[in-house]
């Protein structure tokens, strides 16, 4: 990752607000952003500022009121919904708190999932899902369905299911925040190698400060701005 | 993976799909049931011939004709051959052991009547014996009736107890034949009407009469009517289908309210089916949510709710038709002295299908229009 080099995710001017009961609720204000590729970034913040609505307009799962959103050079506020949900499909890897893997289908089933967009062969979808599951360390699991797994074990099939399409970034929203902390170091070791081994652009939101200490950059969102994490986080964990 | 998801998604709540099978299959079945008493209320209009003509009284079937129009009618170009029958309207013991009987002219009716089959041995002894009779097998069947029993009908239009003997025993030659008929020697009721009643006697019900070619019927039709206009029992002469459809006309109330409630059955279906969908895909929604946010658009979400809908429809229905032929069976045991044939038709059963993917279709178009329209973000349930 070079300083000088252009950003991968860039948000220049950011405004998102919602309506709650007749009243309009700003919570994003002319944000600017820049997160380089391969960058392992982490966004904290407390309840309600607006984190988890910046990770969604990132990802292109929710449009700006207003401001200019650009990743990997693509404009992503000027696709249209069909051209916005294919964009994700290629470039966004989700991974949520509470793993959100389809109960019905098998760890394999699940990971394998995102390829059937891909317009890949059965066998050759079925290959990349066990690629993508042993490098999870969950091949053993793979034929388990989400209600048989832990919940690092499910998280770990999310995060599979997040990296078997190949996508440059992958966001994750508190992927820790429903796990204990051997589970979440786990979790957090297999982001950190996302990005330094397979050079992904890693969004990470969360509340725990020793998770976001594993980021390269670190940002607090703060009443609708971005400040220094250095001014909030715990000296214990910077 | 559709498939799979579709089997799998409808088997999630065991109990749920089962009892909603259930309402599908038993509303198929009650659809299927009302069908084929429809179709089995027309089944004499099918099984009538092209080729023959019914000629009755001008007022009404009640009023009955001279037997002296016989030759007059046979003179006619157009006519092959001519025979007639007499309602008798008796019943076997009690009331309830209802028939259709009649008083035939014996030695030219089966010649009219191919499609009941009858052995030359048992139409020669018919015609043998004065007082002999021939009855359907089903309704032998129904009284245990064998070949040289006697049988006593009580007389509702001709009074008294008149006894027969079985002589034959006929089958009909498709399924839609009735079975159920008695046949008798006309000579006999005349007989007595002559000694007891001579005002009703040499007197016929209807005359059936074959024309030649079925073309000519129209024609035959009109030349019969016209030999009788101005006479004291003028005719009024019709093709075999429309005198049985004039009986079905009489109970059409009957049947349109069939109709309806085979219709409202159908929007019950749809309410259910509807109600499941509409719980599953409530329940789901966060999944759905998540399937749009890996990248799946309206069609394939739109393919997943459609198809596990119109899976179930398709499940209960098959559930519901299996059931339709034992339903019937039991059915035809009690409704078979009525009802010649009662075997689903294919378009009741074609019917069903369709009601099950149209029911499966408009069942899923709620959900489906939720699912689409409510924001990713929303639907996970995350904001701020």
Not at chain 2, 42 to 49: D, E, L, R
Not at chain 2, 119 to 147: I, N, P, Q, T
Not at chain 2, 197 to 214: H, K, L, Q, S, T
Not at chain 2, 334 to 340: N, V
Request: aromatic content about 8%.
């Amino acid at each position: 990752m070079s300083a000088e080099a252009s950003p991968w995710v860039e948000l220049e001017g950011v405004c998102k607000s919602f309506r709650r009961g007749g009243e309009t609720l700003s919570v994003l204000e002319g944000l600017a952003l820049r997160v380089h590729r391969g960058e392992f970034f982490a966004l904290m913040g407390p309840s309600g500022s607006g984190k988890s609505t910046l990770l969604h307009l990132i990802a292109g799962l929710d449009r700006p009121d207003a401001g200019r959103i650009r990743v990997g050079g693509v404009e992503i506020t000027e696709l249209s919904e069909t051209e916005l949900t294919a964009w994700r499909a290629r470039n966004v890897g989700f991974v949520f708190q509470f793993y959100h893997l389809i109960p019905v289908l098998t760890a394999l089933e699940n990971v394998e999932l995102p390829l059937l967009l891909t317009g890949l062969g059965r066998r050759r979808r079925r290959a990349h899902a066990e690629l993508a599951l042993e490098l999870v360390g969950l091949s053993d699991r793979r034929d388990h369905t989400p209600a048989r797994l832990s919940g690092g074990q499910q998280q770990r099939v999310a995060i599979a299911r997040a990296l078997v399409t190949d996508p440059p970034l992958v966001v994750a929203d508190e992927p820790t925040g429903d796990l204990d902390r051997a589970a979440a170091g786990e979790i957090l070791d297999l982001l950190e190698g996302l990005a330094a081994g397979l050079g992904k652009t890693i969004l990470l939101v969360t509340h725990d400060p020793r998770a976001a200490r594993r980021a390269h950059t670190v940002r607090v969102l703060d009443k609708g701005a971005l400040i220094d994490a250095r001014e909030t986080l715990d000296p214990e964990c910077r | 993976m559709l498939a799979k998801l579709w089997i799998r998604n409808a088997a999630r709540h065991p109990l749920r799909t089962a009892l909603t099978l259930v309402a599908v299959g038993v509303a198929i079945l009650a659809f299927g049931l009302l069908g084929t008493l429809v179709e089995a209320w027309h089944a004499g209009v099918a099984a009538a011939s092209a080729n023959r003509l019914v000629v009755r009284h001008g007022i009404s079937l009640t009023f009955s004709l001279p037997l002296a129009y016989r030759e007059k009618i046979r003179g006619l170009e157009a006519v092959r051959a001519i025979t007639h029958m007499t309602w008798f309207g008796g019943f076997f013991r009690e009331r309830k052991n209802f028939f259709a009987n009649f008083a035939v002219e014996a030695p030219t009716f089966f010649e009219h009547y191919p499609e009941y089959r009858l052995s030359e041995a048992e139409r020669a002894a018919f015609l043998r014996d004065r007082r002999g009779c021939v009855v359907g097998r089903a309704l032998a069947e129904r009284f245990g009736w064998k070949v040289g029993d006697a049988v006593p009908l009580q007389g509702t239009i001709y009074p008294g107890v008149w006894t027969f003997t079985v002589r034959g025993i006929y089958t009909g030659r498709d399924r839609g034949t009735d079975e159920n008929q008695f046949f008798f020697h006309w000579d006999i009721l005349n007989e007595r009407l002559l000694e007891r009643m001579p005002p009703r006697a040499n007197r016929v019900g209807i005359f059936v009469i074959e024309v030649r070619r079925a073309e000519d019927a129209p024609e035959a039709a009109i030349a019969v009517d016209a030999l009788f206009r101005s006479s004291p029992a003028e005719t009024r002469t019709e093709t075999e289908r429309a005198f049985q459809m004039g009986f079905v006309s009489m109970s059409a109330a009957i049947l349109a309210a069939i109709r309806v409630v085979s219709l409202v059955i159908v929007v019950i279906l749809l309410a259910v089916v509807a109600n499941t969908m509409i719980m599953s895909v409530r329940e789901r929604m966060r999944e759905y949510a998540v399937l749009k946010t890996l990248g799946f658009g309206p069609g394939f979400l739109t393919a997943l709710i459609l198809g596990e809908s119109i899976a179930l429809c398709a499940a209960g229905g098959a559930l519901g038709t299996a059931a339709l032929y034992p339903a019937l069976e039991i059915l035809e045991r009690s409704l078979g002295a009525y009802f010649p044939a009662v075997e689903p038709a294919p378009e009741t059963l074609l019917l069903g299908g369709l009601a099950c993917l149209v029911v499966g279709a408009l069942a899923a178009a709620f959900p489906v229009r939720a699912v689409l329209s409510t924001p990713i973000v929303q639907a996970l349930g995350r904001v701020g």
